[in-house]
């Protein structure tokens, strides 16, 4: 390198931005899902301890909180989704942190395949929480027909999902 030459990347945040994020998310989520005000505490004290010392783990503790306020709670399919999406948040966060330093800079183009494989993962949780939830719900004789066919179009959709990606990871082994 000479002494003119640049080194130019795409726009970047401090890596104490994640960490941020991490404390956001669980005090949304715990907002959102702990009916009572020592677990949203409990939750949101865990995700500081996890933000400022990743090795701990703290974060899934704060998962935990958020799991002991939906069982707490009575069950609705709306919490059910919201909590999968904020477990799986939560745990991106908590992953992230763990790598990169909290002095450091991130690209932000870097944490495109963590988003990429966050929305994959939702879109196929979401449909089977849905189908679960469905399927908790027989409650009268007049849902009875209707709950089996929707958890088996549930299932049927995870099998073709499975299945193009076993098919599509297998494909990408044999060509290398």
Do not use: K
């Not at 939750?43 to 503790?61: D, H, K, M, N, R």
């Not at 494989?117 to 089977?128: E, G, N, T, Y």
Request: proline fraction near 6%; charge should be positive; glycine fraction near 8%.
């Amino acid at each position: 390198m000479r002494a003119n030459d640049t080194l130019r990347t795409g726009p970047s945040v401090p890596g104490l931005v994640v960490r941020g994020a991490l404390v956001v998310a669980v005090a949304a989520g715990a907002a959102m899902l702990c009916p009572l005000l020592g677990w949203q505490v409990a939750a949101v004290v865990l995700a500081i301890i996890a933000a400022a010392l990743p090795q701990t783990f703290a974060a899934w503790g704060s998962i935990g909180c958020l799991v002991i306020g939906m069982l707490i709670s009575e069950p609705d399919v709306g919490r059910a989704m919201i909590a999968v999406l904020a477990v799986q948040v939560i745990h991106v966060l908590m992953s992230l942190s763990l790598v990169i330093p909290a002095g450091s800079r991130v690209i932000v183009a870097a944490l495109r395949p963590s988003l990429v494989r966050l929305i994959v993962v939702q879109a196929i949780a979401q449909p089977i929480t849905v189908a679960v939830m469905v399927v908790m719900r027989i409650d009268t004789p007049a849902s009875l027909p209707t709950v089996p066919w929707a958890a088996v179009a549930g299932a049927g959709a995870v099998v073709a999902l499975v299945a193009t990606l076993l098919t599509r990871a297998n494909r990408g082994t044999r060509e290398r």
